[in-house]
């Protein structure tokens, strides 16, 4: 539209004059926020951009793809991706406690940044003085606050770094609401899976295992989670829910029968809620037979997988994550 078209063309040369003939850089998560600003700011300075993805292993199905091979596509974006998967479940290894693991995550999130960041510099023999990041409106109206929001930005927002590594912030998404931003998307042609994504935490599969992280656990909930995700699609139900998370019970086991013997196997908790902001949900009343869709695919599909549950806790309160 107009406005859209304005809203780009005057982005574009706020981050002209913002950045002159210097370097930024920009870490993408998968979401739509950070892969906006990128795209952005890749039309206003080109290759001066360096984009940073650091796929910790804990994406969903498909997610990290998206990143490597749709959004460069779309944008022709400089793209550096550091494979951390073994890292981040190195340094996760037996732990179980909710925060720790954010903790962790964090922290390795901040260390496999910077090293990256360093080696951009390197790379390219001179300094990055910016750092682009897609904070929305609500996000500075509400900064500063103890939970939920403050706390969402703290890893991918890349706070913490040190003294050497601090750069100036670009963030050409300042005065926009969400629903703004997904039209600034598709407006700059990015893919839909991207720009319609729901929510998704930093912290990503790490905090939707309960009990400890493994890799076979998040290959198990990665199919459990893709099966979910593709039948809410195809119901035509994706942009009605805010998020979906799909969460397995690991260290639970029950028994159950299929074929010719009885199982003992893990549940698999469905999530759906509605929300206006995550401050505050609901929980999604999806159509019975949607459910039963999703519940029989991920029985039969997904091997030690015996049955699913649906949560039905409003938030308060449940949260909307599990951990
Ligand atoms: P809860 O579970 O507290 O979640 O109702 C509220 C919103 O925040 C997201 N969430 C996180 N996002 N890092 C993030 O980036 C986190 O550690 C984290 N924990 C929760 C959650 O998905 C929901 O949108």
């Known amino acids: 539209s107009w406005t859209m078209v304005n809203i780009v063309e005057e982005s574009i040369e706020a981050v002209r004059a913002q ?8 870490g993408l998560s998968g979401g739509v926020d950070s892969a906006v600003a990128a795209a952005l700011v890749q039309r206003a300075i080109g290759s001066r951009l360096t984009c940073v993805f650091v796929d910790h292993g804990l994406l969903r199905k498909g997610e990290a793809e998206q990143v490597e091979k749709d959004f460069v596509a779309a944008t022709g974006v400089d793209l550096k ?3 951390a998967a073994d890292r981040f479940l190195g340094a996760l290894e037996g732990v179980t406690d909710p925060e720790t693991k954010r903790k962790i ?13 360093r080696e951009i510099v390197e790379e390219h023999g001179e300094a990055v003085e910016f750092l682009v990041q897609g904070t929305l409106y609500p996000d500075v109206v509400e900064s500063g606050g ?5 706390n969402i930005k703290s890893h991918h927002n890349v706070g913490g770094l040190p003294e050497d590594l601090r750069f100036s912030l670009v963030e050409p998404l300042r005065t926009l609401f969400k ?3 997904r039209r600034l998307g598709e407006e700059l042609g ?11 935490p930093g912290p990503g599969l790490g905090i939707r295992i309960i009990g400890a992280v493994t890799r076979d656990r998040l290959e198990l909930l990665r199919e459990a989670d893709a099966i979910a995700r593709e039948e809410l699609t195809r119901a035509g139900l ?8 799909v969460v397995l019970l690991a260290d639970v086991r029950s028994v159950g029968v299929q074929g010719d013997g009885r199982t003992y196997g893990h549940p698999i908790v469905l999530r759906p809620v509605t929300s206006e902001d995550a401050m ?5 009343r999806l159509p019975y037979d949607l459910l039963q869709r999703i519940s029989t695919r991920i029985t039969n599909e997904v091997a030690e997988v015996n049955r699913v549950v649906v949560d039905i806790t409003s938030k308060p309160p449940g949260t909307i994550e599990w951990e």
Do not use: H, M, N, Y
């Open 280 to 284: 505050t949900a609901d929980w999604a």
């Open 146 to 150: 103890g939970t939920g929001a403050a």
């Open 238 to 245: 994706d942009r009605d829910i805010w998020q979906f998370p």
């Open 179 to 181: 629903d703004e931003v």
């Open 81 to 83: 991706v550091v494979d």
């Open 105 to 117: 995550i964090g922290r390795e999130f901040i260390r496999v940044f910077e090293a990256a960041a």
């Open 19 to 26: 950045v002159g003939d210097k370097r930024a850089i920009c």
């Open 190 to 200: 990015l893919p839909s899976e991207i720009v319609w994504r729901q929510p998704f």
